[in-house]
Nanobody, 127 residues
Framework: QVQLVESGGGLVQAGGSLRLSCAASGRTFSMYHMGWFRQAPGKEREFVASIRRSGISTYYADSVKGRFTISRDNAKNTVYLQMNSLRPEDTAVYYC????????????????????WGKGTLVTVSS
């Protein structure tokens, strides 16, 4: 089992920045590929960004590429999402999720392939 707890959400004006954190406990964090997803009111949960176990490879949705950066610190069992140039359309509940080591599919993760989820943190961007 892996327990994931997100933090860092809040209210920010358009153009501002936030950094989300996701702290993991339980089994070895470095064994898991990690992803960030978001879900806006009335919409389906969507992929935002992912990072492989080693932290070398990262992947982004087109809507956030160039504005968001995913990173991880395996020594701290934490994955981050730095969000810059925020827009009102980025408003959503942001979730982190973990995918086990033995995976050969696309790293632009579909939500249904993830093994563990956090409970989410709300990001609200005002115009």
């Amino acid at each position: 089992q892996v327990q994931l707890v997100e933090s860092g959400g809040g209210l920010v004006q358009a153009g501002g920045s936030l950094r989300l954190s996701c702290a993991a406990s339980g089994r070895t964090f470095s064994m898991y590929h990690m992803g960030w997803f978001r879900q806006a009111p009335g919409k389906e949960r969507e992929f935002v960004a992912s990072i492989r176990r080693s932290g070398i490879s990262t992947y982004y949705a087109d809507s956030v590429k160039g504005r968001f950066t995913i990173s991880r610190d395996n020594a701290k069992n934490t994955v981050y999402l730095q969000m810059n140039s925020l827009r009102p359309e980025d408003t959503a509940v942001y979730y982190c999720a973990a995918k086990g080591t033995y995976y050969s599919g696309s790293y632009y993760f579909a939500p249904n392939v993830m093994d563990y989820w956090g409970k989410g943190t709300l990001v609200t961007v005002s115009s």
